[in-house]
């Protein structure tokens, strides 16, 4: 699975980005998504992760009510919505297939493919 994320960007505390996980040569419908993060010189963490379906959602408690994960089908992408940027979201997001649950969040070991990161940086 080829998996690319795109929209990092650098924005101002309190601002909004949307990154987007989009596949190359195959169905992302297929799949569940989880965003992950890491920040210099933190352990990758669980961001927000959707089914298949897109019933199912989880979200990091330190992103909840703020970040919002929706999948477009006939896009083949998911996107990840960031409102309320604060410096300490500032990371690498990356993108990875294939697992979901609404109660807990599989460690980054437990998906095989990834993309190659979107860098975002919040900053004033």
């Known amino acids: 699975l080829q998996l690319v994320e795109s929209g990092g960007d650098l924005v101002q505390p309190g601002g909004s980005l949307t990154l987007s996980c989009t596949a190359s040569g195959f169905t992302l419908g297929y799949y569940a998504i989880g965003w992950f993060r890491q920040a210099p010189g933190k352990e990758r963490e669980g961001v927000s992760c959707?089914?298949?379906?897109?019933?199912?959602?989880n979200y990091a408690g330190s992103v909840k009510g703020r970040f919002t994960i929706s999948r477009d089908s006939a896009k083949n992408t998911v996107y990840l919505q960031m409102n309320g940027l604060k410096p300490e979201d500032t990371g690498v997001y990356y993108c990875a297939a294939d697992h979901c649950s609404g109660r807990h969040f599989y460690p980054p070991s437990e998906y095989a493919d990834w993309g190659q990161g979107t860098q975002v940086t919040v900053s004033s």
């Open positions: 959707i089914s298949t379906s897109g019933a199912v959602t």
